[in-house]
């Protein structure tokens, strides 16, 4: 380990006004309240409002804004800016330059990552490796994604699963090596891509793919199969994060979870003996929201006062490539 330790300035996260509930997807899909709420946990998300100009760049925009200002930070302190999403407004620029922009963040490194639901933990564990190299001394990670524009609204596989978020953190170098993070994994296997995609051309519509809704520039998934996987891939990745550390649940403050299913959290609660009040829980209000997920939840766990200096939490994630991912941060 290097001398050189990573401190959490500061959190920030954004989530747009506008809430679709499950009774408003009842009347766009053949679907139902009762449905949702016991396959997935959800009552409702948050969607972006495109005609009011909302955008994954401006949440991701106001996530780290709200971030720098926890952190007593301006845009200019920053010398790298990463962009974890799928749903970026464009691909040239990278949008983490646009934000940087609007945040009179220049001259810095920014660059937009793609690790689907993985992305604010794999953002997260890349950071903290750049510090300690001494590369980079204040970097703002954003996790954020707008599913809304990635969805087919109707498509009832899926469009009862995601809304949109952003969670972002500012993390700068510290004298002090123990803190940051202590154990990453940022691991994936391409075997499996096929189950959640999104397709540009037709070309890159899977052969034999099932389904009367094929839209091209929407999400693909196959919910069944990413839940096989994702179910124990879940437990494992949390398992080892204990092992590698030595660290006991009573060590730790919080399990922040990428909030994919309720029944996916429970049944890794169960399995670890989790308690209740060490695994927060939001996608009843937010659904999943891909990238922004792990993010919005430590800034409010954050902000409600449930994660402070000195505490140890984990970050765990899994999603599309396949890819999961995990870090043990000491704050
Ligand atoms: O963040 C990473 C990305 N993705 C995930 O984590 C998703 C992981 N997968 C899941 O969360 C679940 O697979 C879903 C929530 C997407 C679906 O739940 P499920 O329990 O796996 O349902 P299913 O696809 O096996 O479908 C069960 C039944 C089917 O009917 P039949 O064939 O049993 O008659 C579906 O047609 O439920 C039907 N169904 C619905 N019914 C009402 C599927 N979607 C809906 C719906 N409303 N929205």
């Known amino acids: 380990m290097s001398g050189i330790g990573v401190r959490i300035a500061g959190t920030g996260s954004a989530v747009p006004e506008q809430r679709l509930t499950n009774h408003d997807l009842a009347s766009m899909v053949d679907t139902n309240d009762e ?11 948050r969607i972006i409002n495109q005609e009011a100009g909302e955008s994954q760049l401006t949440l991701a925009t106001s996530a780290l804004e709200r971030a720098l200002a926890d952190a007593s930070m301006q845009g ?37 990552m793609q690790a689907a639901c993985c992305g604010f933990v794999y953002a997260m564990n890349l950071a ?24 087919d609204y109707e498509d009832r596989s899926m469009s009862i699963l995601f809304g949109d978020a952003g969670g972002a953190a500012v993390l700068t170098a510290d004298d002090n ?7 990453q994994v940022i691991e994936g296997d391409g075997n499996g891509w096929e189950s959640l995609y999104i397709p540009r051309k037709q070309r890159d519509v899977v052969p034999g793919a099932v389904g009367e809704h094929i839209k091209l520039g929407c999400l693909r998934m196959d919910g069944r199969s990413v839940y096989k996987f994702a179910v124990n ?42 308690p209740d009040d060490k695994v927060y829980i939001n996608i009843d209000k937010y659904g999943n929201s891909s990238a922004g997920s792990v993010g ?13 200096t000195g505490d140890t939490i984990i970050m765990v994630a899994f999603g599309g490539g396949m890819t999961w991912s995990s870090g043990v941060w000491q704050l």
Not at 237 to 262: K, M, P, R, Y
């Open 76 to 112: 200019s302190d920053l010398d790298l800016i990463i962009n974890a999403t799928v749903s970026s407004d464009m691909t040239c620029p990278s949008t983490a330059h646009r934000i940087a922009n609007e945040l009179g963040a220049a001259p810095v490194a920014a660059f937009d």
């Open 177 to 183: 090596p123990t803190l940051g993070c202590i154990h």
């Open 233 to 274: 891939k879940f437990i494992n990745v949390i398992q080892d994060a204990f092992e590698s550390t030595g660290l006991t649940v009573d060590d730790v403050s919080q399990v922040i979870c990428h909030q994919s299913n309720i029944r996916m959290i429970n049944s890794a609660k169960e399995k670890l003996g989790l």
């Open 128 to 151: 903290d490796s750049l510090i300690r190299s001494g590369r980079h001394k204040a970097v703002g990670v954003i996790g954020c994604d707008a599913m809304s524009t990635l969805v």
């Open 296 to 308: 919005l939840c430590f800034d409010q766990l954050r902000k409600e006062g449930r994660i402070n």
């Open 35 to 45: 449905w949702i709420v016991q396959r997935t946990g959800i009552h409702e998300r």
